[in-house]
């Protein structure tokens, strides 16, 4: 029992040993990665840029109101440009191009050129915080509601709906040029926007796949989009209320803006 107990006594100061070098070894690790986690937000910049590029393309296999056979080669690049000036101030430019060499190389009757190229300006606002206050100016995009298919409150940015089904709804929504100004008190946050710009949706053309004149009666003129001139003087205006409790939340909106 004496030697035993010895024999355990000698390998428990043996694993002592190598658990103060493995110990030693775990906290230069530590340290090592302390300096490279330093060393990464030393050198990181102000400046960050991404971006994505998609192509698309769709076949319509029945000849309606609209052409037969293969209707788009679409290429489309997102270009985002993040900008971090302060802990508390950032903002973002985010720049949207496409280009379908389709339409260059078919001269089919009823061939739509609206999508053939198209370059906008998605979004571009500065946006900080200030206390309790938060301020967000430029071109932008508010969601209000918590529904993705039900759009009944959503009614800040008008949609593109030139291809309808198939385009996410968090790709639909086009930015307007708003103010918005929040306050945020424990449970309630509340919201003002003074909305700069009337701007109307996208529609699909005439006689698209899209939309098929064949289902009107002959002779049927399908309206046009008025498009209306933003006036400074007439702003759009929204306000909300939004309240997230314990087990429960919510959320009461108002608004002034163009009928789409």
Not at 144 to 163: A, F, H, Q, Y
Request: with cysteine; hydrophobic share 40%.
């Amino acid at each position: 029992m004496k030697i035993f107990f010895a024999l355990l006594c000698a390998l428990s100061l043996v694993w002592a040993e190598d658990l103060d070098e493995l110990l030693e070894e775990f906290g230069q690790e530590v340290e090592i990665k302390a300096e490279v986690e330093e060393m990464r937000s030393a050198s990181s910049s102000w400046l960050e840029f991404r971006g994505d590029y998609t192509f698309a393309t769709a076949y319509n296999y029945q000849e309606q109101a609209y052409v037969k056979g293969v209707s788009r080669l679409r290429n489309t690049l997102n270009l985002i440009f993040d900008m971090e000036f302060t802990k508390n101030w950032k903002s973002k430019i985010e720049f949207k191009t496409l280009y379908d060499p389709l339409y260059e190389w078919d001269n089919r009757p009823n061939f739509t050129k609206r999508l053939q190229h198209e370059t906008e300006l998605k979004e571009a606002y500065l946006q900080g915080t200030m206390g309790q206050f938060d301020l967000k100016i430029g071109r932008q995009i508010t969601v209000w509601g918590k529904s993705d298919n039900i759009r009944i409150t959503d009614v800040i940015n008008p949609l593109d709906n030139r291809e309808i089904g198939m385009v996410d709804i968090e790709d639909l929504r086009l930015a307007v040029n708003t103010s918005k100004l929040s306050y945020f008190m424990d449970d309630i946050g509340l919201n003002f926007l003074v909305i700069h710009e009337a701007r109307v949706q996208k529609e699909a053309d005439v006689g698209s796949e899209f939309f098929q004149t064949s289902m009107f009666p002959s002779g049927f003129t399908v309206p046009g989009v008025i498009d209306p001139q933003s006036d400074l003087n007439d702003p759009q205006y929204a306000f909300s209320i939004d309240g997230t409790f314990s087990g429960w939340d919510l959320s009461l909106y108002s608004a002034k803006v163009l009928d789409q």
